[in-house]
């Protein structure tokens, strides 16, 4: 079992950065790939970037590519989002997750966050 306390959400004006955070408590957090996925008011929730075990490989969607950068450091026990040039259509609740593959498909992933909600103002 893993447990996963996202936190850094907050309100931002459009351009601004955030960097959010997910610690991880419970099972070898190293050994997971590790997501980030946001759910907009009234939309399902979609894929944000995506880091293997190991930080060597990355993935991110089209929609914040450029903008977002994943990185983890395995001995915090800690998955990061720097996000950049932020968009109102940036705001949602972003959550992290841990699973089998570094991929954009949340069946991968079998632990989830609560989430955090960012929003940046026009």
């Known amino acids: 079992q893993v447990q996963l306390v996202e936190s850094g959400g907050g309100l931002v004006q459009a351009g601004g950065s955030l960097r959010l955070s997910c610690a991880a408590s419970?099972?070898?957090?190293?050994?997971?790939?590790m997501g980030w996925f946001r759910q907009a008011p009234g939309r399902v929730r979609e894929f944000v970037a995506a880091?293997?075990?190991?930080?060597?490989?990355?993935t991110y969607a089209d929609s914040v590519k450029g903008r977002f950068t994943i990185s983890r450091d395995n001995v915090k026990n800690t998955v990061y989002l720097q996000m950049s040039s932020l968009k109102p259509e940036d705001t949602a609740v972003y959550y992290c997750?841990?699973?089998?593959?570094?991929?954009?498909?949340?069946?991968?992933?079998?632990?989830w966050g609560q989430g955090t909600q960012v929003t940046v103002s026009s």
């Open positions: 880091i293997s075990w190991s930080g060597s490989d990355t």
């Open positions: 419970g099972r070898t957090f190293s050994i997971y790939p």
């Open positions: 997750a841990a699973g089998r593959a570094p991929m954009d498909s949340e069946s991968v992933y079998d632990y």
